[in-house]
């Protein structure tokens, strides 16, 4: 029995010290040297080339190194019948709940105005609102929407989140549905994006969506760029309607040289670092859900492929 693993070279050595402690007694192959394809039962990627999990004839789960597993769908030979595993791991729940609340006591807190100044040499105090009239809202209320929520609640914010079905979470207000969303948007002074990019997503965040909110609002984008019409966002930030705007993933990554986002005096950028997957942490979801199956359970955390997430 092998397992398949496949990321970016830099971070190999830690999944592969990870894997060697956590389940010793599985094969490890880093890609692309797969060897005999029929002994491979399990496969760790992000982005694996079209067709190759296709390839691998006895493959009895698939798992994504990261939240989103649209890199996996956008192989339009991925094998069906075979569980999509996504990745819920306490690091990279730990990581995504830093950056969220990270990024709104950022807008909060004026920063985007104070570096302003900054590169302008001027010092002024700028009144400060406190956080029980900020109201934060996260569309995309899912597990690390759910997490982000419960911290910002720690620092006095309102805070509601937006998904296709209701969600229970202690003191975060839950809206669901298309009906409930401009009733969502019209309480959100922050609006934070964890949604997973499936076609209905796909360009969500348009001058339509953006309109509904107050004016003066601020977005943190950390869900996935596809869902972003950027220049609708650029529109509603040159006009106000938006006064600031933390982004971390863009339509195209690495973000071009010539794209506005980069000098925009109301926009901070970042290279897609929101939170990273822990090779430590991270195994042992993987272990668990391996030894799962080989008992004939379910997964935990399966894709429904019919929802995309």
Known sequence: MALIFKTDIERGGAWRAAFAK???????????????????????VWQPPAGFLASLP???????IGAGIDHLLADPELPRGVPIIRMVEPGLTVGMTQFVVMACLMLHRSMIDYRNQQVAHHWEEISQEPPENRRIGIIGLGHLGGEAAK?????????SGWSRSRKQIEGVTSYAGEEEL??????????????????????????????GLPKGASFVSAGRGRQVVE???????????????VLDVFREEPLPKDSRF????????LPHVASMTNPATAVGSIVENIR?????????????????Y
Do not use: C
């Open 22 to 44: 956590q389940l010793p007694d599985v094969e490890l192959r880093l890609w692309p040297e797969v060897g005999a394809a029929e002994e491979i039962e399990y496969a760790v």
């Open 58 to 64: 006895n493959l009895k789960a698939v798992f994504s």
């Open 151 to 159: 911290a910002l609640r720690g620092f006095g914010f309102p805070v």
């Open 182 to 211: 401009s009733d969502f948007l019209a309480r959100t002074d922050i609006l934070v994006s964890l949604l997973p990019l499936t076609p209905q997503t796909e360009d969500m965040i348009d001058a339509k969506l953006l309109s």
């Open 231 to 245: 220049e609708d966002l650029l529109a509603a930030l040159d006009s106000g309607q938006l006064s600031g705007a």
């Open 262 to 269: 980069w000098d925009h005096p109301r926009v901070i950028v």
């Open 292 to 308: 799962r199956i080989q008992r004939g359970e379910a997964p935990l955390h399966q894709v429904d492929l019919e929802k995309g």
